[in-house]
């Protein structure tokens, strides 16, 4: 009965969230919107509203024991998930908080391999904790601070996914050597011209390191690796443990 879509490298992308106007422009532009009209990724936004049993299309209420805030409730989750679910299979249902594990390029990288995942976004104070002890098979965080909903880092996660994704960048190598690939931060990098003058000081020049200029592709790439290596250590020491 499942519908499979696997077609190499494609990945489809179940975004869940009350606040859909919020998180869909995002995914039609730039990378997103360019991975999905190259046919290599599909997103797609679902309005919670849309599957409330509630006459008044509410989908929170007040938590039990007297808590302060609202709580999104189980069944309109529960609704989208099932109705999600009897279309394909999915490889992770994944719900956005504050106190999930961190997501990060690893990660990134581990989920663009997935097929089909769904995100659910929270809102107000949370969602229903059954939801999470019963149908979330991960709980991803994008750092330590509270957003007001889980649109964000849907966002930040989409992106991060969807641009790993072979074929989505032109060139491959260019994500391979982002930032946080092989634990190392990016090298310094820079465009024409090679000598610029500032416009506080005419007279003054800003010149790119002449290696860069060298035409020496080898020592290049061993210039490049050097200075990754120690701005991380630099800057991330945590990185090269
Ligand atoms: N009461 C919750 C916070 C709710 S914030 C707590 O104390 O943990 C509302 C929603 O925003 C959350 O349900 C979650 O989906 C999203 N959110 C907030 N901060 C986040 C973060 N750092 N990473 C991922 N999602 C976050």
Same mark, same amino acid.
């Given at each position: 009965m499942y519908k499979q879509t696997?077609?190499?490298?494609?990945?489809?992308?179940?975004?869940?969230?009350?606040?859909?106007? &919020?998180?869909?422009?995002?995914? $039609?532009?730039?990378?997103l919107g360019r991975a999905q009209k190259k046919g290599l990724a599909e997103i797609h936004v679902h309005n919670l509203r849309d599957y409330t049993a509630d006459k008044h299309k509410r989908v929170d209420d007040y *938590?039990?024991?007297?808590?302060?805030?609202?709580?999104?409730?189980?069944?309109?989750?529960?609704a989208c998930i099932s109705?999600?679910?009897a279309e394909r299979k999915y490889d992770e249902i994944i719900f956005t908080a504050p106190d999930g594990e961190t997501f990060n390029q690893p990660m990134a990288n581990e989920l663009s391999l997935k097929e089909n995942i769904i995100i659910i976004c929270g809102h107000y104070k949370g969602i229903d904790y059954r939801i999470r002890e019963h149908l979330?098979?991960?709980?991803?965080?994008?750092?330590?601070?509270?957003?007001?909903?889980?649109?964000?880092?849907?966002?930040?996660?989409?992106?991060s996914i969807v641009r790993v994704i072979p074929g989505v960048i032109g060139?491959?190598?260019?994500?391979?050597?982002?930032?946080?690939?092989?634990? &190392?931060?990016? *090298? *310094?990098?820079?465009?024409r011209p090679a000598q610029y003058h500032p416009v506080s000081n005419p007279e003054e020049t800003w010149a790119v390191p002449d290696i860069l200029l060298s035409g020496h592709e080898a020592k290049i790439r061993e210039w490049e690796y050097e200075q990754a290596v120690a701005r991380?250590? $630099?800057? $991330?020491?945590?990185?090269?443990e």
């Open positions: 696997k077609t190499g490298e494609y990945m489809r992308i179940d975004i869940i969230t009350v606040l859909p106007e &919020l998180i869909e422009p995002f995914t $039609r532009e730039s990378i *938590p039990f024991g007297g808590a302060a805030g609202m709580l999104i409730q189980c069944q309109p989750l529960d109705a999600l679910k979330i098979t991960r709980e991803v965080s994008i750092g330590d601070y509270v957003l007001t909903g889980g649109e964000l880092a849907a966002a930040v996660m989409a992106d060139d491959v190598e260019s994500a391979l050597s982002d930032s946080f690939q092989d634990n &190392l931060l990016e *090298p *310094p990098v820079y465009t991380t250590k $630099r800057l $991330r020491p945590d990185l090269l």
